[in-house]
């Protein structure tokens, strides 16, 4: 007599082979199922199992062609036309003109390259307007509001911000990626991001005089002493700024 490999009543087994069979549930349902040693190599059972290992590969193959018939598509550009393409190059194929043929093709390759450059330039402005958008408001929060100190700082901060994957800018610091307004708060606390924080003007604000401002170098100022000399000053402060940035 066969033994069946799942029953949902032990008793419609013999008790002889009773001990045979393991307790567990299925879809919310109890059934016994027979434990049964190298069940892998049953003739059956190795057929299914090749069967079914031939269907991943093949599904698996037929799932990375569709990624890269995806990848080319967007790689198209907007105006192309498969059917003029067909056209073109069945009329190229029957003249025999391989000269021809090779023209098309280069014509359609020039117009894929110059929409991946588009493309890339357009990905490239985003970038940088969110960059600066985020790096100004950052600068304001933090006290960097004089127009001169805060092209300073953008120049000195821009390149450390990157996109994440989520296309949020992220200031690379020593620890690691961190929200831009958070880094920049925290280098407006250092002694160089102090040179570029406006401090408050009046009979109240403290700061060094002019001359004495202008015996240090510009990276060596205090924000109060760079405003003083800015104040005072105009074409010397230009000239420290311009000497430090390298002229730009």
Known sequence: MALKTVVTELESVEEQYRDLYEEQEHDGETVYVLQVEGVDHHPEV???????????DKRKKL???AQELERLKSQLPEDFDPGQWEELKRKAEQSGDDAKIKQVQQEYERKLQEAQQEAEQLRNQIRTNAVERELTAALEAAGVTDPGLKEGAMALLKGQVQLDDNGTPQMDTNLGPRPVADAVKQWAQTER???FVSRPTGSGAKGSTGSNAQRKRFQDMTGAELADLKRQDPQEYK????EFYGGN
Request: charged share 30%.
């Open 193 to 195: 991001g102090q040179a």
């Open 46 to 56: 190795a057929a299914l199992r090749n069967a079914y290992r031939a269907e991943q």
């Open 239 to 242: 000239r420290l700024r311009d």
């Open 63 to 65: 799932s990375g062609q």
